[in-house]
């Protein structure tokens, strides 16, 4: 009988230790990818636009179409007119676009008068030249004062466009 339960005793205590550990072998892996890039190619400008008695604005849409709103515009000396443009390359990866809320111009001649660009709009269009790449056209409103001086505005600081990997 002594022996049956020193055996049960051996038994029970060999099974108690045969599940004290256990291992397992994980392997690791990590895929680097190309940077995001954005490159400017077109500056934004609205062209010429005529001054008035009263606040106007004048919108540039991504396609480099203007429409106004209390001020004129003259077909005839319409000047300069581009949407912005920039290619970004994603390598085929998701990415969001941020844009300022708004962008102050200053009267080249009187930096004191300004003019305030707002309500930026973006269009991607994918690049069929390149896979992985796209080109973004990018408008905004401009928004005139009443008796706005007359004037060249810029600022030569300009303003940023970010793109970021989702």
């Known amino acids: 009988m002594k022996s049956a339960i020193l055996l049960l005793f051996l038994l029970v205590s060999f099974l108690g230790f045969s599940q004290a550990s256990a291992t397992s072998t994980i392997t690791a892996r990590v895929r680097v990818v ?13 062209g010429n636009v005529i001054g008035s008695f009263t606040t106007g604005t004048l919108t540039l849409d991504p396609d480099g179409i203007r429409s106004v709103n209390g001020v004129q515009i003259s077909n005839a000396v319409p000047g300069d007119v581009t949407a912005a443009e920039a290619i970004v390359t994603h390598n085929n990866n998701n990415y969001s676009i941020s844009l300022p809320e708004s962008f102050t111009l200053y009267n080249s001649e009187n930096p004191d008068q300004f ?14 030249g390149d896979e992985g790449s796209d080109i973004l056209k990018i408008g905004a409103t401009l928004n005139l004062e009443a008796n706005q001086l007359p004037g060249y505005y810029t600022n030569s600081a300009g303003f940023n466009v970010t793109v970021s990997y989702n």
């Open 115 to 128: 003019l305030l660009i707002n309500r930026f709009t973006v269009q991607p269009l994918p690049n069929s």
């Open 34 to 46: 190309e940077p995001i890039k954005i490159t400017k190619s077109m500056d934004l400008d609205f």
